[in-house]
């Protein structure tokens, strides 16, 4: 069974602090992990995906296989990235999402 | 058209109504999604259609039927349901999962409310 897991549900940091969302999961395969964010009043949407090894946003997030991790990780946040933070990860068929519980950041001035 | 749109926004009805939700999308995605949010929680996975066709179904109960017209349609019939099935219903679209991965484009939900 494939499972994800965001050990923080609310997180709070000032603007140009460092943010970290944390993201673990369990799967026995070879997963796909994805970030998703829902600003306020907009749909949920793509963020990055670690296949990409991309920076969106200034957002970052690298796949540790070894401590089953998949943290969300920007150098300065911003008041714009205050929102909803959801982990994700796709499974062998591809077909099946699974998503974390969500963080839901605030950055304040 | 690079956007999955869902019809209608909001939905109100009874418990004895019949209605449809309606998702769509033109961006040759051949996986298309159904997701039930609750207020303040992830969403929750109802069925996938790929290649128009029935892949998953998260035991959902069956007031629920899912419909794929064409590849780039996706309905939702809703019938008896029940107060506690009002939520954001979610539709979204991925490419072909073996070519294309399985990132997924979301709609803006539709929001019902059961009474």
């Known amino acids: 069974a494939q499972r994800v897991t965001q050990p923080e549900k609310l997180l709070s940091v000032f603007k140009g602090a460092p943010v970290e969302l944390k993201c673990n999961y369990s799967y026995s395969g070879s997963p796909e992990l994805f970030w998703y964010v829902q600003y306020s009043r907009q749909r949920l949407q793509l963020l990055l995906r670690h296949i990409s090894r991309e920076s969106i946003k200034g957002f970052t997030a690298d796949l540790n296989k070894g401590e089953t991790s998949f943290h969300l990780k920007k150098p300065f946040a911003q008041e714009e990235d205050s929102a909803m933070y959801y982990c994700?990860?796709?499974?062998?068929?591809?077909?099946?999402?699974?998503f974390g519980a969500g963080t839901r950041l605030t950055v304040k001035p | 058209d690079t956007e999955v749109t869902q019809t209608p926004k909001h939905l109100v009805m009874g418990m004895t109504n019949k209605k449809s939700l309606k998702c769509e999308q033109h961006m040759g995605h051949r996986a298309m999604y159904w997701y039930k949010q609750k207020a303040k929680k992830p969403p929750e996975l109802m069925f996938v259609?790929?290649?128009?066709?029935?892949?998953i179904n998260e035991s959902v109960p069956s007031r629920f039927s899912p419909e794929c017209p064409n590849s780039s349609l996706l309905n939702l019939h809703l019938h008896a349901l029940q107060p506690e099935d009002s939520a954001l219903y979610l539709c979204?679209?991925?490419?072909?999962?073996?070519?294309?991965?399985?990132?997924?484009?979301f709609g803006p939900g539709t929001r019902l409310l059961v009474l």
């Open positions: 994700a990860l796709s499974g062998n068929n591809n077909n099946d999402m699974r």
């Open positions: 979204a679209s991925s490419q072909d999962p073996i070519s294309g991965g399985p990132a997924q484009y």
């Open positions: 259609y790929s290649y128009e066709k029935l892949s």
